[in-house]
């Protein structure tokens, strides 16, 4: 539901009043499998103000075809097609309404899997951000794109973990290793909290992995002591690109795997940074940070130090952008990751209009350019729209 509010917010064409059918397929993702049979698609509506206006359900066809004949064709209402399969939701959202009489939609579900042999990180960046000389902590921004290269869906097992075999516990999917002595994990991006467990050394993740690119952001604390701070901790997938990057501040680091790959220009701001490729999974990794501040008086200052919040990950993903660290993919992009990080955007401009940040002009020209991006996306096709969540 959280897609379904989020596009409600998206102001909508203007239209001709209306009714129009919904002629959808059912189809499934997994080579060689049969079409599932007794799926039932549900057609969900959200108008201004967040009211529910349409709930109708529908039993799919042998074939795959589904319909919702008289759907009213009103623009100021955003409309969510989805089914569940093998326990697992699909969802597609339908453009607002053009007028056009029918409107096709397809929705791809995929058979499970609980192997994770198809499971990969294209690539995993960690950012050093603000400081808590205080309480001597640094926050730390993950950044992972991850991906299931294959035509299933990954459901997870329990891998043996201690508490696993409580009834009603979750198999697990993904998981989060943190650094040894982390704390205040927070998730930011791509994370549904209700779907996370806590485990020993991490989080593990409890929601399904469809084939395809998934961004995942989460920030945690590290302490340091004598103006150092380590960051150790084991890497659980194959991983295409680490990186790891802080101001340059005049900082020193010490570590095992990762390369020193100069620096790079973030907002005006140099940062340095360090990197590997192809690392294997289970690997451990080490990063030791030197000459962070032990005093809140220090040749350190805050402004070098100073992101945080949804900043951090707009900067993350700039990093990632200008770094080069996504691996270009043969799939298509992922319209609904760009939409969530459209989004995110939008609101950070928000925040800094009103923190007095930006100037009216260049707030309301950069927010009108990125509200036009955002539309695009959700009404540039009739088709399924497929990403996280969403086929």
Do not use: C
């Not at 569940?84 to 699909?90: L, N, T």
């Amino acid at each position: 539901m959280a897609l379904l509010l989020g596009l409600a917010l998206v102001p909508a064409p203007v239209a001709a009043a209306g009714t129009e059918a919904i002629d959808g397929t059912v189809v499934d993702g997994t080579a060689g499998a049969t079409m599932p049979r007794g799926l039932v698609v549900t057609l969900r509506g959200v108008g201004q103000g967040h009211q529910f206006t349409v709930d109708q359900s529908t039993p799919v066809a042998s074939d795959g075809h589904f319909s919702f004949p008289s759907v009213p064709a009103d623009p100021s209402v955003t409309y969510v097609v989805s089914t569940e399969y093998a326990g697992v939701p699909y969802l597609t959202a339908i453009p607002k309404a053009s007028g056009q009489p029918t409107v096709p939609v397809k929705i791809t579900v995929y058979e499970p899997t609980t192997s994770d042999a198809a499971i990969h990180v294209q690539s995993q960046s960690w950012l050093l951000g603000s400081l808590d000389v205080a309480k001597q902590q640094a926050s730390v921004l993950a950044l992972l794109v991850i991906s299931n290269d294959g035509d299933r869906v990954y459901v997870g097992d329990h891998r043996g973990d201690p508490g696993s075999a409580v009834p009603g516990v979750l198999p697990r999917t993904i998981r989060f290793i943190l650094p040894d002595g982390a704390s205040d994990f927070q998730p930011q991006m791509g994370l549904d909290p209700s779907k996370l467990l806590p485990v020993a050394n991490g989080f593990v993740d409890t929601a399904p992995v469809l084939p395809g690119q998934h961004d995942i952001a989460y920030t945690f604390r590290i302490g340091y002591a004598e103006t150092v701070a380590e960051l150790h901790t084991t890497i659980p997938y194959p991983t295409a690109k680490l990186r790891f990057l802080a101001p340059d501040a005049g900082l020193e680091f010490r570590t095992d795997i990762l390369a020193d790959d100069g620096t790079t220009q973030i907002e005006g701001h140099p940062y340095r940074v360090l990197g590997a490729d192809n690392v294997k999974a289970d690997s451990t990794v080490t990063v030791d940070v030197i000459g962070l501040p032990s005093v809140p008086a220090s040749r350190l200052s805050p402004e070098d130090m100073r992101t945080g919040g949804i900043a951090l990950i707009i900067l993350a993903v700039l990093v990632a952008i200008v770094l080069g660290v996504r691996a270009r993919l043969a799939r298509p992009a992922d319209p609904l990751a760009e939409r969530r990080a459209l989004l995110a955007s939008i609101a950070q401009l928000d925040e800094r209009y009103a923190a007095g940040q930006l100037g009216a002009e260049r707030y309301q020209a950069e927010r009108d350019r990125q509200k036009r991006q955002l539309i695009d996306l959700i009404v540039g096709g009739r088709a399924s729209v497929s990403g996280p969540g969403v086929a």
